[in-house]
């Protein structure tokens, strides 16, 4: 018995070398590069696969119409169909990694990478609490090294290790819920009676910049970091501050500059103070705004309302449960009152992984995927 276990064991372990030397080392299969061994997703309800289908939350996504237009049908995702990440896992030839809280994430499947996006999460403890259990970033961040932990004990070697990690790609995309369910819910939280717009973006970038930090010395090295686009057109703050027709809120979009510029400042002094890893801020503001500016330019006729019917969830705004949506969702910018139909997320996955520099700064990820 005890030969059979040790036989299994090295075994097990050259599978799994055999797996990660072959991503390493092939190249040329995809539009990005096979020597990414996984992805790491760190977000929100824009990036979430299904975490908040096991959490006590009123942030759902899991039932129709939500995945009408995804094989995999209502999974969890704040969307009809493909989020902007699950886009840029088949651009760089990786499957979409699982949902961390799925209990079926464990073995070979987390080698590949682990989404620990969560609806309602943010860069501060304390955003969407009263949408109920969500993970904020640093518990995302706790989460990842629990992942870790199960890695290290199906790979030998600190060689072997730190090389997945750090070839491995990160995608951070919080920031959102942290304005529109935390800064801009006075009743309900304090924050905007304590700091201004100015100081209140420093509170999220010093917070952000615990947690990145935190990621690097566990090993990882390629961070996509993206900022946060206009919320003032999202269909959801249109209505609740109730702009005039064809107009966005200015204010709330105004207030997000601090946050975007302190965010690709923190990028230029990351590489800067860390030879060896290459951090990119995504430029999210620019790139969903060039879509609602000039939206017949990416096929877009409908840029103001949501494409499925809405209803008030004890506050949360999502799609009312079994109704049918639009018919020209390829034609809509916004799915539901906060998200992008997958139409939207292509572009915005095709900005980001190969964008100029205006859209991803220093490089986008498609190079990073190849350094």
């Avoid at 040329?28 to 975490?51: E, K, R």
């Avoid at 493909?82 to 961390?100: F, R």
């Avoid at 030998?156 to 995309?173: D, H, M, Q, R, T």
């Avoid at 209505?239 to 966005?248: E, I, L, N």
Wanted: some cysteine.
């Amino acid at each position: 018995m005890i030969f059979k276990a040790i036989t299994y064991g090295w075994m097990y372990f050259l599978v799994t070398f055999l797996q990660l030397s072959g991503n390493w080392l092939a190249g040329g299969m995809s539009q990005g590069s096979q020597t990414v061994p996984a992805i790491f997703v760190f977000g929100d309800s824009l990036v979430d696969v299904g975490n908040t289908n096991f959490l006590r939350s009123l942030a759902k996504a899991n039932y129709y119409p939500y995945g009408i237009d995804s094989p995999r049908g209502p999974s969890g995702r704040f969307c009809n169909g493909k989020t902007m990440v699950d886009i840029i896992d088949e651009m760089l030839g990786l499957p979409n990694p699982p949902a961390y809280t799925d209990p079926s994430t464990r073995g070979n499947r987390i080698l590949g990478g682990v989404n620990y996006a969560s609806a309602a999460g943010g860069i501060l403890d304390e955003t969407g609490r009263h949408l109920g259990q969500r993970f904020s970033l640093s518990q995302q961040v706790l989460n990842f090294q629990s992942t870790l932990n199960q890695i290290r004990n199906m790979m030998y070697g600190p060689e072997i290790i730190s090389k997945y990690l750090a070839k491995s790609i990160v995608i951070l995309n919080l920031g959102s819920n942290d304005y529109i369910n935390n800064y801009l819910l006075p009743p309900i939280y304090n924050t905007s009676y304590i700091y201004n717009p100015q100081q209140f973006a420093n509170l999220l970038i010093n917070g952000y910049t615990r947690q990145i930090l935190r990621l690097h010395s566990l090993g990882l090295r390629k961070m996509f970091i993206a900022g946060i686009g206009p919320l003032g057109c999202i269909p959801n703050q249109r209505a609740f501050w109730q702009s005039p027709p064809d107009r966005c809120v200015d204010f709330v979009n105004q207030m997000l500059g601090s946050f975007n510029e302190g965010l690709r400042l923190l990028v230029d002094r990351l590489n800067g103070n860390h030879p060896g890893a290459i951090f990119v801020y995504g430029n999210s503001y620019a790139a969903l705004g060039d879509i609602l500016n000039t939206p017949q330019r990416y096929g877009f006729t409908v840029v103001d309302r949501a494409c499925c019917e809405i209803w008030r969830n004890r506050g949360q705004i999502t799609c009312t449960p079994f109704t049918i949506p639009c018919s020209n969702r390829i034609q809509s910018v916004f799915w539901d009152a906060f998200h992008p139909t997958e139409a939207a997320n292509a572009w915005l996955a095709k900005r980001a992984f190969s964008g100029p520099r205006s859209d991803c700064y220093p490089i986008n990820i498609q190079q990073m995927s190849l350094l």
